[in-house]
């Protein structure tokens, strides 16, 4: 692979990386089947340690298991306000998933451990979580490319939705994501907007030959 | 962010995600400033769970360092290689990585836990992890959108990494990444050209309303 890129290209890429946003605020529609397939396919290019490709993902297209989903979460955001403390009450007013709403629901689930060893003899799940994680990050950019929103949710019991899905033993869900058009996109995260945190200077993750700030 | 993207934009993304490969071979040379910035920045736009932007990053610019963290990793090799039964001669045979041969060697550390419930109450320490993956996603895209390569070294005990770069307790160090030039990009991933694992077909991740295959 010789290719270079262009000054255009890479403006392209930089333009995504920033543009990219965790939605929950989606319009319905449809996603049409070959802009799917790209998605998928750019999961499927992402790296993976020792080319384990641990991946799985479950397009749920049945309306009564996506309701079923649904209920699992939103059990979970009800337990998560639970342990909020002071900022309960403004948690719950936060939209936090798209569910029911988005044209697609995928469901991303890590294969049971196939006993790779190749990277990951020190820290095998971890390893493996990371590979999927790559392969979230590139579906997330290519939908926003194509002007899709996505959203990854992660208020559930992995157990619960383990059960839904009927994964295999070993198997674990780690992502509920949302897929498809939006009215509009976030300016800035969306937690951000509404002052639930703010993003870190650069230079507070950042250290030469050491940790940051130590 | 109304932003569309165009058709060309979007071939661009999704060009450099099939481009992308984890690199092993570099020519020295160096990462000028700016585009070292991008990268970085690319990185620290990466999502994360509740925005809790658990990502360090630790530029390791003193030599001594950077040969004492190539030991650590040539430790490891050879450990892996004991393991691997009847791959092993195979496997010493490939180069794993280009720590001492790449312009720049970046350290990826996440930080401790700060507390954060936001959407990671039943998976802590996978939702933090997992954002730290994007965000080197997102760093290798960028790096191939400048043409430099990157390879995501995964060889090593955590906690030797750890003492050599005096992380506190709690951070864990995940990735150590080389980036620089390179003399050409590999065709498909390294591990396909030489014959140690093949890519799956599309088809054998993905499932409708089921996990692939059962």
Same mark, same amino acid.
Not at 23 to 50: E, K, Y
Not at 182 to 193: D, G
Not at 204 to 212: D, I, K, M, Q
């Given at each position: ?20 946003r ?29 080319f ?6 479950i ?30 009450? $403004?948690?719950?007013? =936060? *939209?936090? +998933? !798209?569910?029911? @709403?988005?044209?697609? &629901?995928?469901a %991303?689930?890590m ?51 383990a ?23 976030? $300016?800035?995260?969306? =937690? *951000?907007? +509404? !002052?639930?945190r @703010?993003?870190?200077? &650069?230079?507070? %993750? ?9």
């Open positions: 692979m010789t290719d270079n890129f262009s000054s255009t290209e890479r403006d392209a890429i930089c333009k995504v990386i920033h543009a990219r965790d939605m929950r605020h989606f319009t319905g529609g449809t996603v049409a089947p070959d802009v799917l397939r790209r998605i998928l396919a750019a999961a499927h290019a992402a790296p993976s340690v020792g384990m490709q641990p991946w799985r993902f397009r749920v297209t049945d309306r009564a298991l996506r309701e079923r989903l649904a209920g699992v979460v939103e059990l979970e955001r009800r337990r998560t306000a639970e342990v909020m403390g002071k900022r309960k009450s $403004e948690f719950l007013r =936060l *939209k936090v +998933e !798209g569910i029911r @709403d988005c044209a697609e &629901l995928i %991303v689930v294969a049971p451990d196939d006993g790779t060893v190749f990277g990951r003899r020190t820290m095998p799940e971890a390893m493996a979580l990371a590979s999927c994680a790559c392969a979230i990050e590139n579906m997330w950019l290519v939908a926003r490319a194509e002007n899709l929103g996505m959203g990854w949710v992660s208020f559930f019991e992995p157990e619960a939705v059960r839904l899905l009927a994964i295999p033993a070993g198997a674990q869900a780690i992502a509920l994501l949302c897929l498809g058009p939006v009215a509009s996109f976030y $300016e800035a995260p969306m =937690l *951000k907007i +509404e !002052g639930w @703010d993003r870190l200077p &650069l230079e507070a %993750v950042l250290g030469e030959n050491r940790y940051p700030g130590e």
